[in-house]
């Protein structure tokens, strides 16, 4: 059904008439442009397509628009402020936790999640929160580097 949706898009208002049974995904990235958040599996199982909705870590393949009504959206896009990075993306960066780079939007949007809920995690933590998000690549122990890294930049805070 189609309908208008109100929310916030990293940081700002926005109003939307779409399907509201459309998924998030494809909202973000066909309809607003913002192709950071990527598509792998389509059934919510890698974390490719995870963002921030109210700082809660959401596969945005399987979230309707209705879903996201009133509240706030971030996407990898959103998370540098002002030109600077974010600390979980400078840390990925600086600790080569990325190698092909797909998977690596979701992992951090999953990170930034993680570190909302325990701002100092251990390594286990780390481990067990990131565990649904897929890379192919290898680079998990640099994943968990750089998420200690960020953690203490970020000092609890965002």
């Known amino acids: 059904?189609?309908?208008?949706?109100?929310?916030?898009?990293?940081?700002?208002p926005l109003q939307l008439t779409a399907d509201t049974d459309r998924m998030l995904l494809w909202v973000l990235r066909t309809d607003l442009g913002l192709t950071g958040t990527k598509f792998g599996c389509g059934e919510s199982f890698c974390g490719a397509c995870t963002?921030?909705?109210n700082d809660l870590a959401v596969r945005s393949c399987s979230t309707p628009l209705k879903y996201v009504h009133?509240?706030?959206?971030?996407?990898?896009?959103g998370l540098a402020k002002d030109g600077r990075?974010?600390?979980?993306?400078?840390?990925?960066m600086d600790h080569d936790a990325l190698q092909c780079g797909y998977c690596t939007p979701g992992m951090i949007m999953n990170a930034y999640s993680l570190l909302k809920k325990h701002p100092r995690p251990s390594d286990a933590?780390?481990?067990e929160g990131m565990d649904d998000n897929f890379c192919r690549c290898g680079a998990h122990t640099?994943?968990?580097?750089?998420i200690h890294v960020?953690?203490?930049e970020m000092e609890g805070g965002r």
């Not at 208008?4 to 700002?12: A, C, M, S, V």
């Not at 009133?70 to 896009?77: A, L």
């Open 1 to 12: 059904m189609t309908e208008t949706i109100k929310f916030k898009l990293n940081g700002k």
């Open 51 to 53: 963002v921030l909705v």
């Open 70 to 77: 009133d509240k706030e959206i971030v996407t990898i896009e």
């Open 85 to 92: 990075l974010h600390p979980l993306q400078k840390a990925f």
């Open 125 to 127: 933590e780390i481990v």
């Open 142 to 146: 640099r994943i968990v580097q750089a």
């Open 150 to 152: 960020a953690a203490k």
